[in-house]
């Protein structure tokens, strides 16, 4: 969790709980279980508070912490406290700076001047992942762009090895979402010589098949061409003022079809067509983005290609038709999108746009007008922040020596402490106004150097503390490699579906790197996924700014643990969430009290055939729905289970493991109901109950005897009896027979389930 807001809410709970009661029932199991917790402390809302009330985050974060630890320790879980992480400790830090240095030395991290996104609010930049629809992830503010110098890491060279989940037990929708966002395509690029012959323009498409079609090429306002095009002549302030629009556009307002959105400037420059020969002038567009090589070659078979042409009175021609008839492009109003056959195509005349898609990049690349190729849309993580509350970036500037990593034996690099620090960003990292920190001097020549002021983004830390809880104690190396063998990689692991394309992302780079840098014998850091689902409050998504956090605190304290947790995995099926009403926790502790006095009871066993009956169903739907967890059916059986027990009474060999598989969802409660029947070891040293499946099989069924559909009377009768049997048995009975005075029409057997007679 992140200490650096509020507080534990129910949403915690929600996850934390039934992920403890896998993992206890694994213990049964016979399993060693290692369930580590930590602290993703580096945070905005710690940094603004400091910024609010010149406290050091630092003090806030750990007073969370604290608190935050008293709330788990009540949960009731088998956390291993001995090996807990704090991101912003510098005993956690130091090895996260470690990490960084592993891939600038491999040289997976590196800083360049471009343009990033920018929340002017928390005035720091953000990776793409942590913009949506246009706006800051943290605050909502409309993301700008702005050209700054800032550190990646390459993980665009390892797209290809993410977009293999073999071997992963993942949610489908969530290896979908991380494949769309990596966006594999296979095209071709296409070199445009310039009019003038002074450079050529290289555009990326998937759709080679329209080349024959392109009438103008459009430019990514972020593309540095385009400065240099237009240094010094009539169109720089065109583009200078366009710029500042398209600046403030989210991503979706500036791809969006529609007329309306499109905006651009002609650039002064021409480019040829290899394939015809022909002038085509060259634009910036908002549509065009840094994907591929950031020039698209436009034509009329791409709908905004069109609506910007139209717009900007462009000439448009067609090389597709339905029937390979020519199209006058004067005579629609809308592009031609479908697949048909190719016209005024030179040699590709004739042939269906799909066949020769083919045959004309292989063309293309015979006559060096192109070269085929994979493109990905992931761009590499931006890991700066222009923020004080963040792990320093281990790197130092000397005027003489340049560019200098941060020698492994002088870290951590530490973040300052004491007063006096001004901690409001001011478009760069506080850290830049600390003199104590900026000034050091040089690994290399021993000169006056500066740090590096940046901080890396929070992802960084938290896509490796995996990788360190088994060693958290270790002071000499960042991860043990027997012991990181002995446990990794994570046998489960449960978190929400809002990291899919950021943490979990993440995650899986780094540890792909530490493979290749054979820190780590493993590809793959988590082996099966599970997400919970999200508990709202009044429909909303809780948080601290919307005012509806509820606290697990106050049902603690009134029910206990056991029953609150209990109640939580009752809602529902983990996976869906739902929205909070505690109306229905009196219901579970009811149900506890019964469980309770059921164990505790003495009372001679009435019917022991079908309490074991009844008791194996039970272990059977208990086990096979906690590996599936969907643990409110968990306690749905074990209502069902104290229900018919109380009926036949229960013996003491029933008790124990009545108390064994309510365990693992009421840790406290079992304990104690454990200990009351004798046992010396803890509940969850004992192993978890087998059910006999002979014992499943029931002698009787309740037989349902309906009289024209209506339900007439019930009945037990014997499991294996035939439908003369069942018919027979039916027509017996005293309050059946007063209606089959009239006619029978027809005699209907459900097989274990009902007769149903139909009488005029």
């Known amino acids: 969790p992140y200490p650096s807001g509020d507080k534990l809410h129910i949403g915690h709970w929600y996850n934390y709980a039934p992920s403890d009661s896998w993992g206890r029932y694994q213990k049964m199991l016979g399993f060693n279980v290692f369930e580590p917790m930590g602290y993703d402390s580096f945070g905005l809302p710690a940094e603004n508070y400091a910024i609010k009330h010149g406290v050091h985050p630092a003090e806030s974060t750990t007073k969370n912490i604290k608190y935050m630890t008293k709330q788990l320790s009540k949960m009731g879980t088998m956390y291993d406290w001995d090996s807990k992480v704090q991101t912003s400790s510098s005993d956690y830090y130091k090895w996260t700076q470690w990490l960084f240095l592993q891939l600038y030395k491999k040289g997976l991290a590196y800083k360049k001047k471009s343009p990033v996104n920018w929340c002017p609010k928390c005035k720091t930049v953000l990776a793409n992942e942590q913009v949506h629809d246009g706006a800051c992830e943290r605050c909502d503010a409309e993301v700008t762009k702005k050209d700054l110098s800032q550190w990646y890491f390459k993980i665009r060279d390892y797209a290809e090895r993410l977009l293999n989940f073999e071997g992963l037990d993942w949610p489908n929708k969530t290896k979908l979402m991380q494949e769309n966002w990596i966006g594999k395509s296979t095209g071709c690029d296409i070199h445009f010589p310039l009019e003038d012959g002074t450079d050529k323009l290289t555009c990326y498409t998937t759709r080679a098949d329209t080349i024959h079609s392109v009438t103008f090429i459009v430019m990514a306002p972020e593309h540095h061409l385009v400065d240099k095009f237009t240094k010094g002549t009539k169109y720089a302030q065109q583009v200078k003022d366009i710029r500042k629009i398209i600046n403030k556009q989210s991503l979706i307002e500036r791809t969006s079809e529609g007329g309306d959105n499109k905006l651009g400037c002609f650039l002064g420059k021409y480019a040829i067509n290899p394939v015809n020969g022909e002038k085509i002038p060259i634009y910036l567009a908002n549509f065009a983005l840094m994907y591929g090589t950031g020039v698209v070659m436009a034509d009329a078979h791409d709908q905004r290609d069109f609506e910007f042409a139209r717009k900007y009175h462009i000439d448009l021609k067609f090389v597709i038709s339905e029937d390979g008839s020519k199209i006058d492009p004067e005579d629609f109003d809308k592009t031609f999108l479908d697949d048909g056959i190719l016209f005024d195509s030179g040699k590709f005349d004739g042939l269906s746009n799909r066949k020769a898609l083919p045959k004309i990049m292989n063309w293309l690349e015979k006559e060096g007008h192109g070269k085929k190729t994979t493109n990905y849309k992931l761009r590499d993580w931006l890991i700066s922040r222009q923020r004080f509350w963040g792990a320093p970036i281990p790197i130092i500037n000397c005027k003489k020596c340049g560019e200098l990593p941060v020698p492994e034996k002088d870290l951590p690099v530490k973040l300052p402490i004491g007063k006096g620090i001004d901690y409001k960003p001011k478009g760069k990292s506080p850290l830049a106004a600390v003199k104590s920190f900026l000034n050091t001097k040089c690994p290399n020549c021993g000169g006056k150097a500066q740090r590096e002021v940046d901080t890396m983004d929070t992802f960084v830390c938290s896509s490796w503390y995996y990788l360190r809880y088994p060693s958290a104690t270790n002071e000499k190396i960042a991860f043990d490699k027997k012991r990181t063998n002995k446990w990794l990689p994570v046998d489960m692991y449960i978190g929400g579906p809002e990291h899919a394309c950021m943490h979990l992302l993440y995650a899986r780079f780094i540890n792909k790197v530490m493979k290749d840098l054979e820190f780590i014998d493993f590809e793959e850091p988590f082996k099966r996924l599970v997400h919970q689902g999200l508990i709202t409050k009044d429909g909303a998504k809780m948080s601290k700014s919307k005012g509806n956090v509820v606290s697990p605190d106050e049902f603690i304290d009134k029910y206990g643990s056991d029953i609150f947790r209990m109640y939580l995995m009752f809602m529902g099926p983990f996976t869906d969430g739902g929205d909070w009403d505690d109306s229905g926790i009196k219901g579970i502790a009811r149900f506890v009290d019964k469980f ?165």
């Open 596 to 760: 309770f006095d059921l164990i505790y009871t003495q009372a001679k066993c009435e019917d022991e055939k079908k309490l074991k009956t009844i008791l194996h169903k039970t272990i059977k739907k208990v086990t096979e729905d906690i590996e599936k967890f969907q643990f409110n059916t968990v306690v749905s059986a074990l209502m069902e289970f104290v229900n018919s027990a109380n009926k036949t009474r229960i013996d003491d060999h029933s008790k124990n493991i009545a108390v064994q598989l309510i365990a693992p969802i009421a840790p406290h409660l079992a304990e104690e109901l454990w200990a009351n029947l004798g046992n010396k070891k803890s509940v969850f040293e004992s192993k978890w109950p087998i059910y006999d499946e002979a014992m499943i099989v029931e002698d009787t069924i309740e037989l349902v005897i309906q009289i024209n559909g209506k339900v007439r009377a019930k009945v037990e009768a014997d499991a294996n009896i035939d439908q003369e049997g069942a018919l027979k048995l039916a027509k017996s009975l005293d309050n059946i027979q007063k209606y089959l005075d009239g006619k029978i029409v027809k005699e209907i057997y459900v097989p274990g389930r009902l007769v149903n007679i139909v009488v005029k």
